[in-house]
């Protein structure tokens, strides 16, 4: 089969559109107890819960100083928390940055915090990134990149990938962005 220029054109011009560094495309994601039964499922496609009992899993990651923290603690400062997924070297994720400041500077006095997750490997780049964005919120990487143990947990297919959660670590929304995300911490922190 011959690959035309034209379909070569169309598919990254979709890529570029979708606005998304990925490591393929997953549209249900679902956290799998021991036992087999589901703990938490969600719809990437539509960015919403598909049942009530969906929570953050817990974990311990680090910060850029080698510090350890826990996901669920860090969550548990606030009303509101965006857990964002993004990576120093992913154009999008950049690109979103500049939103996610001005997201967090308008909100955290209300109750929104921010935890980002780093799909870096190297964690010189992933610091000079946080310096040059103008990042101010908790930032954590086991610097694995795409096979970090967080990626993994919450089948990360693409970045920049944000999951909403609430004080207790609901999962509210997945994979919003720009002002679908900013009216969703509007509309939860009034």
């Given at each position: 089969?011959r690959?035309?220029?034209?379909?070569?054109?169309?598919?990254?011009?979709?890529?570029?559109?979708?606005?998304?560094?990925?490591?393929?495309?997953?549209?249900?994601?679902?956290?799998?107890?021991?036992?087999?039964?589901?703990?938490?499922?969600?719809?990437?496609?539509?960015?919403?819960?598909?049942?009530?009992?969906?929570?953050?899993?817990?974990?311990?990651?680090?910060?850029?100083?080698?510090?350890?923290?826990?996901?669920?603690?860090?969550?548990?400062?606030?009303?509101?928390?965006?857990?964002?997924?993004?990576?120093?070297?992913?154009?999008?994720?950049?690109?979103?940055?500049?939103?996610?400041?001005?997201?967090?500077?308008?909100?955290?006095?209300?109750?929104?915090?921010?935890?980002?997750?780093?799909?870096?490997?190297?964690?010189?780049?992933?610091?000079?990134?946080?310096?040059?964005?103008?990042?101010?919120?908790?930032?954590?990487?086991?610097?694995?990149?795409?096979?970090?143990?967080?990626a993994?947990?919450?089948?990360?297919?693409?970045?920049?990938?944000?999951?909403?959660t609430?004080?207790?670590?609901?999962?509210?929304?997945?994979?919003?962005?720009?002002?679908?995300?900013?009216?969703?911490?509007?509309?939860?922190?009034?």
């Amino acid at each position: 089969m011959r690959i035309t220029t034209s379909f070569i054109t169309l598919a990254l011009a979709a890529l570029v559109t979708a606005g998304c560094q990925c490591k393929s495309c997953n549209t249900k994601v679902a956290e799998i107890a021991d036992d087999g039964s589901t703990i938490a499922a969600y719809d990437e496609s539509n960015g919403k819960a598909t049942n009530n009992e969906m929570t953050i899993t817990e974990m311990h990651i680090k910060d850029i100083d080698g510090n350890d923290h826990s996901l669920r603690e860090e969550i548990a400062k606030n009303k509101i928390t965006i857990v964002d997924f993004w990576a120093s070297w992913c154009g999008p994720c950049r690109q979103e940055m500049p939103n996610l400041v001005n997201l967090y500077g308008s909100y955290k006095d209300k109750g929104l915090g921010i935890v980002g997750i780093s799909l870096d490997t190297e964690k010189e780049a992933w610091k000079e990134a946080i310096s040059n964005l103008g990042i101010t919120w908790c930032q954590l990487s086991d610097l694995g990149g795409w096979d970090s143990e967080a990626a993994m947990v919450f089948n990360v297919r693409g970045i920049p990938y944000t999951i909403v959660t609430d004080s207790k670590g609901t999962i509210l929304a997945t994979g919003l962005r720009g002002s679908e995300l900013e009216q969703f911490i509007e509309e939860k922190l009034k």
